[in-house]
Nanobody, 125 residues
Framework: QVQLVESGGGLVQAGGSLRLSCAAS????????MGWFRQAPGKEREFVAA????????YYGDFVMGRFTISRDNAKNTVYLQMNSLKPEDTAVYYC??????????????????WGQGTQVTVSS
Protein backbone atom coordinates (compact mmCIF):
# COMPACT_ATOMS: atom_id res chain seq x y z
CA GLN A 1 0.00 0.00 0.00
CA VAL A 2 1.09 3.52 -0.75
CA GLN A 3 -0.30 6.60 0.93
CA LEU A 4 -0.24 10.00 -0.76
CA VAL A 5 -0.84 13.28 1.01
CA GLU A 6 -1.18 16.48 -0.96
CA SER A 7 -0.76 19.98 0.38
CA GLY A 8 -0.25 23.52 -0.84
CA GLY A 9 -3.57 24.32 -2.45
CA GLY A 10 -5.42 27.54 -1.80
CA LEU A 11 -6.82 30.72 -3.24
CA VAL A 12 -4.67 32.86 -5.50
CA GLN A 13 -5.26 35.72 -7.91
CA ALA A 14 -4.83 35.29 -11.62
CA GLY A 15 -1.17 35.58 -12.57
CA GLY A 16 -0.05 34.29 -9.19
CA SER A 17 1.79 31.13 -8.22
CA LEU A 18 1.29 28.11 -6.00
CA ARG A 19 3.41 25.10 -5.17
CA LEU A 20 1.71 21.81 -4.47
CA SER A 21 3.40 19.01 -2.59
CA CYS A 22 2.68 15.30 -2.51
CA ALA A 23 4.35 13.11 0.08
CA ALA A 24 4.41 9.38 -0.52
CA SER A 25 4.71 6.81 2.24
CA UNK A 26 4.32 3.09 2.64
CA UNK A 27 5.63 0.46 0.27
CA UNK A 28 7.20 2.54 -2.47
CA UNK A 29 9.56 1.08 -5.08
CA UNK A 30 12.63 2.52 -6.72
CA UNK A 31 10.93 2.44 -10.10
CA UNK A 32 7.79 4.48 -9.89
CA UNK A 33 6.05 7.39 -11.49
CA MET A 34 4.18 10.08 -9.59
CA GLY A 35 1.79 12.36 -11.35
CA TRP A 36 -0.62 15.22 -10.92
CA PHE A 37 -4.11 15.34 -12.29
CA ARG A 38 -6.85 17.90 -11.83
CA GLN A 39 -10.60 17.86 -11.95
CA ALA A 40 -12.85 20.87 -12.29
CA PRO A 41 -16.56 20.65 -11.46
CA GLY A 42 -18.47 18.84 -14.17
CA LYS A 43 -15.32 17.84 -16.05
CA GLU A 44 -13.26 14.71 -16.35
CA ARG A 45 -10.02 14.28 -14.47
CA GLU A 46 -7.23 15.77 -16.58
CA PHE A 47 -3.53 14.92 -16.71
CA VAL A 48 -1.24 17.73 -15.59
CA ALA A 49 2.28 16.36 -15.15
CA ALA A 50 4.27 13.31 -14.06
CA UNK A 51 7.82 12.46 -13.13
CA UNK A 52 9.65 9.14 -13.21
CA UNK A 53 11.76 8.29 -10.17
CA UNK A 54 14.48 6.29 -11.97
CA UNK A 55 15.66 9.03 -14.33
CA UNK A 56 13.58 12.13 -13.49
CA UNK A 57 11.94 12.03 -16.89
CA UNK A 58 8.98 14.39 -16.91
CA TYR A 59 5.69 14.44 -18.77
CA TYR A 60 3.32 17.38 -19.15
CA GLY A 61 -0.20 17.94 -20.31
CA ASP A 62 -0.58 19.94 -23.51
CA PHE A 63 -2.22 22.87 -21.74
CA VAL A 64 0.72 23.44 -19.38
CA MET A 65 2.82 25.27 -21.97
CA GLY A 66 5.71 25.98 -19.64
CA ARG A 67 3.64 27.41 -16.79
CA PHE A 68 3.96 24.39 -14.48
CA THR A 69 7.04 22.46 -13.40
CA ILE A 70 7.09 19.07 -11.70
CA SER A 71 10.04 18.09 -9.55
CA ARG A 72 10.87 15.70 -6.74
CA ASP A 73 12.92 15.33 -3.60
CA ASN A 74 13.92 11.70 -3.35
CA ALA A 75 15.13 12.00 0.22
CA LYS A 76 11.66 13.15 1.27
CA ASN A 77 9.79 10.94 -1.19
CA THR A 78 7.92 14.06 -2.19
CA VAL A 79 6.87 15.44 -5.53
CA TYR A 80 6.16 19.10 -6.18
CA LEU A 81 4.13 20.96 -8.75
CA GLN A 82 5.17 24.57 -9.17
CA MET A 83 2.38 26.47 -10.88
CA ASN A 84 3.05 29.94 -12.26
CA SER A 85 0.96 32.40 -14.27
CA LEU A 86 -2.19 30.81 -12.94
CA LYS A 87 -5.46 31.40 -14.74
CA PRO A 88 -9.06 31.11 -13.53
CA GLU A 89 -9.42 28.02 -15.74
CA ASP A 90 -6.75 26.32 -13.60
CA THR A 91 -9.29 26.19 -10.78
CA ALA A 92 -9.78 22.54 -9.84
CA VAL A 93 -9.08 19.89 -7.28
CA TYR A 94 -5.54 18.67 -7.87
CA TYR A 95 -4.79 15.02 -7.21
CA CYS A 96 -1.49 13.24 -6.76
CA UNK A 97 -1.13 9.72 -8.17
CA UNK A 98 1.39 6.88 -8.01
CA UNK A 99 2.26 3.76 -9.92
CA UNK A 100 5.19 1.36 -9.77
CA UNK A 101 4.16 -0.41 -12.97
CA UNK A 102 5.74 -0.02 -16.38
CA UNK A 103 3.16 1.60 -18.67
CA UNK A 104 3.03 2.67 -22.28
CA UNK A 105 1.72 6.00 -21.10
CA UNK A 106 1.53 7.88 -17.84
CA UNK A 107 -1.01 10.47 -18.93
CA UNK A 108 -4.14 8.43 -18.28
CA UNK A 109 -5.86 7.99 -14.94
CA UNK A 110 -5.96 4.22 -15.47
CA UNK A 111 -2.15 4.16 -15.44
CA UNK A 112 -2.03 4.88 -11.71
CA UNK A 113 -2.73 2.62 -8.78
CA UNK A 114 -2.86 5.00 -5.83
CA TRP A 115 -4.39 8.41 -5.39
CA GLY A 116 -4.34 11.17 -2.83
CA GLN A 117 -7.40 12.92 -1.45
CA GLY A 118 -6.85 16.04 -3.51
CA THR A 119 -6.17 19.68 -2.74
CA GLN A 120 -8.31 22.56 -3.94
CA VAL A 121 -6.77 25.27 -6.10
CA THR A 122 -8.90 28.33 -6.76
CA VAL A 123 -7.73 31.11 -9.05
CA SER A 124 -9.71 34.33 -8.91
CA SER A 125 -9.94 36.74 -11.82
Amino acid sequence: QVQLVESGGGLVQAGGSLRLSCAASGRTFFYHVMGWFRQAPGKEREFVAAIRRSDDRTYYGDFVMGRFTISRDNAKNTVYLQMNSLKPEDTAVYYCAYTSAYRDSYTATKSYDYWGQGTQVTVSS
